[in-house]
T-cell receptor, first 116, second 115 residues
Framework: AQKITQTQPGMFVQEKEAVTLDCTYD???????LFWYKQPSSGEMIFLIY??????QNATEGRYSLNFQKARKSANLVISASQLGDSAMYFC?????????????FGKGITLSVRP | EPEVTQTPSHQVTQMGQEVILRCVPI?????FYWYRQILGQKVEFLVS????????KSEIFDDQFSVERPDGSNFTLKIRSTKLEDSAMYFC?????????????FGPGTRLTVL
C-alpha cells in the first residue's frame, strides 16, 4: 500500500519568489512513480511533473522542479518565480509498481496563494 | 492537444436515482480510471479498467457502481441508486501505456450533487 502525506497548512508566497511544497511518502514497492498535480479553483486536475524512483536526476519541467530525496522518502515540489496564476491546490501522488494498471494515491493537497 | 472530456460538467439528482457519468478518454489510450473528490478532500481512486475489464477497484466501488466502455470511445461510470454521500467531483483519467512511467491525464470532472 502507498501513503502520501502533505501536512503544510495553506502556503503564501510573494509573486516572483520561489516556494517549496512538501510531500513525504511511504511504500513497500521497490519501484514507484511520484507525481504532482495542480488543481485551480475551476476544479480540473493538471499534471505538472513526474519523478521515477530510479531516476538519477531530479525532474524539472519549466518553473517546476522536484526535490527528490529517496532515503528520506520525500518529493517536494519547488516552484520558481511564482506567478499569480500559480494560486491553486497542489496534490502529490504516487503509483506503485503493482501491475500494469496501478492507481494513483493522492495526498490531501496544499493550498498555495500567490500575493502580488 | 488531445484531452480527456467529461459530460455533463454538473449533474444534480435526487437520492435513489441512477446517474451515468460519461467520459471520452484520449483516443490512443488504453488504461482508464475513475476517481472522486468530495468537496475539500483528497482525490480518491475508484476503479481502473483495461482490456474491457476492471483491473482494480477500491472499497468505495461497491455494487452500486459499475463501469462500461460501450463503444470505442466512451467510458462510463454508473451509480445505480445515488446516496447523499455520493455528492462529489468525479474525474475520469486515461493513460497511454506502461502507466508507471506515464502520467494519467485527467478530464475536467463532473460535479455530482445528490439532493
Amino acid at each position: 500500500a502507498q501513503k502520501i502525506t502533505q501536512t503544510q497548512p495553506g502556503m503564501f508566497v510573494q509573486e516572483k519568489e520561489a516556494v517549496t511544497l512538501d510531500c513525504t511518502y511511504d511504500t513497500s514497492d521497490p519501484s514507484y512513480g511520484l507525481f504532482w498535480y495542480k488543481q485551480p479553483s475551476s476544479g480540473e486536475m493538471i499534471f505538472l511533473i513526474y519523478q521515477g524512483s530510479y531516476d538519477q536526476q531530479n525532474a524539472t519541467e519549466g518553473r517546476y522542479s522536484l526535490n527528490f530525496q529517496k532515503a528520506r522518502k520525500s518529493a517536494n515540489l519547488v516552484i520558481s518565480a511564482s506567478q499569480l496564476g500559480d494560486s491553486a491546490m497542489y496534490f502529490c501522488a504516487m503509483r506503485g509498481y503493482t501491475g500494469a494498471n496501478s492507481k494513483l494515491t493522492f495526498g490531501k493537497g496544499i493550498t498555495l496563494s500567490v500575493r502580488p | 492537444e488531445p484531452e480527456v472530456t467529461q459530460t455533463p460538467s454538473h449533474q444534480v439528482t435526487q437520492m435513489g436515482q441512477e446517474v451515468i457519468l460519461r467520459c471520452v478518454p484520449i483516443s490512443n489510450h488504453l488504461y482508464f480510471y475513475w476517481y472522486r473528490q468530495i468537496l475539500g478532500q483528497k482525490v480518491e481512486f475508484l476503479v481502473s479498467f483495461y482490456n474491457n475489464e476492471i483491473s482494480e477497484k477500491s472499497e468505495i466501488f461497491d455494487d452500486q457502481f459499475s463501469v462500461e466502455r460501450p463503444d470505442g470511445s466512451n467510458f462510463t461510470l454508473k451509480i445505480r441508486s445515488t446516496k447523499l454521500e455520493d455528492s462529489a467531483m468525479y474525474f475520469c483519467a486515461s493513460s497511454e501505456r506502461e502507466p508507471l512511467y506515464n502520467e494519467q491525464f485527467f478530464g475536467p470532472g463532473t460535479r455530482l450533487t445528490v439532493l
